[in-house]
């Protein structure tokens, strides 16, 4: 299995500032046929489902503000928060879809300073 | 809108069978592949199974391979999952998820709200 490690567990930043999150991979995702890291970042906030900010490592979702950005290749990536807002309180976790099982990390938690 | 909507969650015996469902709508069912997660305060979230947009490929976790089953009725846009024997580690909020494209191997667009299990004596 592939084995996905965030750091830090958890985060607290201060509104307006940049926010980094990065995630470990014990292999590579990055998929030779199409060039794409099978890589996926999620939003998690407080009684809600997980909801997909970026895939491919460093494709946003539709709708997704562009403070969020991804970032990496191969076994190391970052998801940036470029200017932290209010609302982007919640829990991140990556995902690896390359192997079964599809794996995540353990999440970071990230709040306000 | 997507919309998927679990159901089928409940209290069950060690041992025990449930069968979860989740209604698809505002999307074209067939045309994509199909997840299962749960997810623990403990564990975090956890993969558990994925099924193609035509039921060619399906994968499970290997904690689950042999007692669940994944399906799909796309008859009436409904993703299903047959979990027998279960184990009290088996306890979690399970979430459907949608695929963001035919294939088991992407990441998940569109999630339910989930539905709980609790697997207690």
């Known amino acids: 299995d592939i084995v996905m490690t965030q750091s830090p567990d958890s985060l607290a930043v201060s509104l307006g500032e940049r926010a980094t999150i990065n995630c470990k991979a014990s292999?590579?995702?990055?998929?030779?046929?199409?060039?794409?890291?099978?890589l996926g970042w999620y939003q998690q906030k407080p009684g809600q489902p997980p909801k997909l900010l970026i895939y491919?490592?460093?494709t946003r979702e539709s709708e997704v503000p562009d403070r969020f950005s991804g970032s990496g290749s191969g076994t190391d990536f970052t998801l940036t928060i470029s200017s932290l807002q209010a609302e982007d309180v919640a829990v991140y976790y990556c995902?690896?879809?390359?192997?079964?099982?599809?794996?995540f990390g353990q999440g970071t938690k990230l709040e306000i300073k | 809108q997507v919309q998927l909507v679990e159901s089928g969650g409940g209290v069950v015996h060690p041992g025990g069978s449930l069968r979860l469902s989740c209604a698809a709508s505002?999307?074209?069912?067939?045309?994509?592949?199909m997840h299962w997660v749960r997810q623990t305060p403990r564990k975090g979230l956890e993969w558990v199974a994925a099924?193609?947009?035509?039921?060619?490929?399906?994968f499970y976790s290997s904690s689950v391979n042999g007692r669940f089953t994944i399906s799909r009725d796309s008859s009436n846009n409904t993703l299903y999952l047959q979990m027998n024997s279960l184990r009290t580690e088996d306890t979690a909020v399970y979430y459907c998820?949608?695929?963001?494209?035919?294939?088991?191997?992407?990441?998940?667009?569109?999630w339910g709200q989930g539905t709980p299990v609790t697997v207690s004596s």
């Open positions: 505002g999307f074209t069912f067939t045309n994509y592949g």
């Open positions: 099924m193609s947009y035509d039921g060619s490929n399906i």
């Open positions: 491919w490592a460093s």
């Open positions: 998820a949608r695929g963001r494209h035919h294939s088991a191997w992407s990441s998940s667009d569109s």
């Open positions: 292999q590579s995702v990055l998929y030779s046929s199409d060039n794409k890291n099978k």
């Open positions: 995902q690896q879809y390359y192997s079964v099982p599809f794996t």
